[in-house]
């Protein structure tokens, strides 16, 4: 299991978290660290939670119990006042993109720029196209509108909405979900490539072997309501669970494994 890692070095923190919806409990007293700088994968199976602990962490779902610090600032003392200042701090891309299906690509990128600043559109619409830069896309997206977009681009579109106000947290579910084998590679490479040229720190919610092996520094498994363990791949692969030896170890997991390894620069 990892070392106690400093207070001060964590991005995210959560402790003792309890969710539930009515009678059914979600997560039960659940533990997780989340280092600045780095890309941490959460992995489960299908109905564990994954994306519930996504939003609790964002402020989207209020636990029954538990403390959730980000950024060093415990999420319940925070003031409603000081709530959309804070957010800022973070971008969310849900999945596939979330987009206002009404508004133009550039018209999303700049709604959150809209609620928090009053710029010009002169201005407005030059981040947009930076975003759109950051995100891999070419300028005449911008005026398209999600329905005229494929997957891989909605997707990318959101990832420039998520980055719209430079956030210091990334938070990306199940970005790949979706996507064709070249998409999924070049959406984790791109993902590689913001997190090293803009300091960014990556919490993802994914079932793709792939991105974990070519990407994620460390791995988080939720089981039973609980991360039952989150360190370094190889550490997490020897994890005497039968869940996850059955996902990292199965025959798929094992075919991954097998594969040359490339780094995002590679791919």
């Known amino acids: ?4 890692t400093h207070k001060s070095d964590l991005a995210i923190q959560v402790r003792g978290l309890v969710t539930a919806f009515g009678p059914n409990t ?9 280092k600045k700088g780095e890309i941490v994968g959460l992995v489960g199976g299908s109905g564990t939670g994954k994306s519930v602990l996504l939003k609790a962490i964002i402020g989207l779902i209020k636990p029954v119990e538990g403390r959730i610090h980000v950024l060093g600032r415990e999420l319940s003392e925070i003031s409603d006042g000081e709530q959309k200042l804070f957010r800022r701090k973070w971008g969310v891309l849900f999945q596939d993109g979330a987009l206002f299906s009404s508004l133009t690509v550039a ?14 559109q002169e201005i407005l619409d030059e981040i947009s196209f930076l975003k759109l830069g950051f995100a891999g896309l070419q300028p005449e997206v911008a005026h398209k509108y999600p329905s005229e977009l494929s997957g891989g681009m909605r997707k990318r ?14 938070f990306l579910d199940e970005p790949t979900a979706g996507l064709d084998p070249i998409g999924a590679a070049s959406f984790d490479t791109l993902t590689k490539n913001l997190q090293n040229a803009l300091g960014l720190t990556v ?25 039952v363990v ?38």
């Open 1 to 4: 299991m990892e070392k106690e």
């Open 26 to 34: 979600i997560h039960d007293h659940l533990d997780l660290d989340v």
């Open 107 to 120: 018209e999303n990128i700049q709604a959150p720029i809209r609620e928090n600043f009053d710029f010009s």
């Open 157 to 170: 579109a959101g990832l420039a909405r998520a980055l719209a106000l430079d956030p210091e947290l990334l």
């Open 203 to 227: 919490f993802l919610v994914t079932h793709d072997l792939d991105t974990l092996n070519t990407i994620c520094d460390r791995v988080a498994v939720l089981n039973k309501g609980k991360v």
């Open 230 to 267: 989150s360190g370094a791949l190889e550490e997490v692969k020897n994890f005497d669970n039968p869940w996850v030896q059955e996902y990292f170890n199965g025959p798929r997991g094992r075919a991954v494994q097998h594969k040359p390894y490339q780094t995002p620069a590679e791919i």
